[in-house]
């Protein structure tokens, strides 16, 4: 299994630009969610999904969207990149029922924006 | 959603027991208690997790309190491997199944 997988690692953008960060994950996760983690910060939760076609605001969902059309990915857009957008920001899934709660998280996207 | 208070940071000398504490005073009965650690460049990765009788993995033991209220994540022997910032977490089952980081503590072992 490769896990959770992001794309790009890196990513410089400008103020204004549009661009989508890829998550994927091959281990049939119901759960996906983002975070985005400032310098020296906590993880704070941007939206997740339940499901296929079934997504949630988390606490920080303004400027942001996501998607679910299938299970293996969650990807993020970002719309009109800001500088206070400038963050790593992170993927994660889950098993939804039973005992396996446990979440992968992604290696991370960093993230600039100038 | 409930919410998880931890100290800001805490210092261990190698191979001496850690114990990590934190505080969840408004955990609901779905609510279950999830520990994860985030080592430094890295994304968080899982610990261990209970919801009401003490746990233990070959990573860590989490004791939880009687009344819930509080848990304690312990790490046997400590390694300079383990320096992290770790996370509690509580994870309601029963509705929106949102996952919510604190700030975390973080631990510095000393050699």
């Known amino acids: 299994n490769a896990g959770v997988t992001q794309t790009p690692k890196f990513q410089v953008l400008k103020t204004g630009q549009s661009m989508t960060l890829q998550c994927a994950q091959d281990?049939?996760?119901?759960?996906m969610s983002w975070y985005r983690q400032d310098p020296g910060m906590g993880l704070r939760l941007i939206h997740y999904?339940?499901?296929?076609?079934?997504?949630d605001q988390g606490e920080v969902p303004n400027g942001y969207n996501v998607s679910r059309s299938t299970t293996e990915d969650f990807p993020l857009r970002l719309l009109s990149a800001a500088p206070s957008q400038t963050s790593v920001y992170f993927c994660?899934?889950?098993?939804?029922?039973?005992?396996?709660?446990?979440?992968?998280f992604g290696p991370g996207t960093r993230l600039t924006v100038t | 959603d409930a919410k998880t208070t931890q100290p800001n940071s805490m210092e261990s000398n190698e191979e001496e027991p850690v114990h990590l504490p934190c505080n969840h005073s408004?955990?609901?009965?779905?609510?279950?208690i999830h520990w994860y650690r985030q080592l430094p460049s890295q994304g968080p990765e899982y610990v261990i997790h209970?919801?009401?009788s003490n746990v233990n993995n070959r990573m860590a033991s989490l004791a939880i309190a009687e009344d819930r209220k509080s848990s304690t994540l312990i790490l046997h022997r400590a390694t300079l491997r383990d320096a992290a910032v770790y996370y509690c977490?509580?994870?309601?089952?029963?509705?929106?199944?949102?996952?919510?980081f604190g700030t975390g503590t973080r631990l510095k072992v000393l050699a």
């Open positions: 209970g919801l009401t």
């Open positions: 999904s339940v499901g296929a076609g079934i997504t």
């Open positions: 994660a899934s889950s098993y939804l029922r039973g005992h396996l709660y446990e979440q992968y």
């Open positions: 408004t955990i609901s009965g779905t609510d279950y």
């Open positions: 281990m049939n996760h119901e759960y």
């Open positions: 977490i509580l994870r309601d089952v029963s509705g929106t199944y949102k996952y919510i």
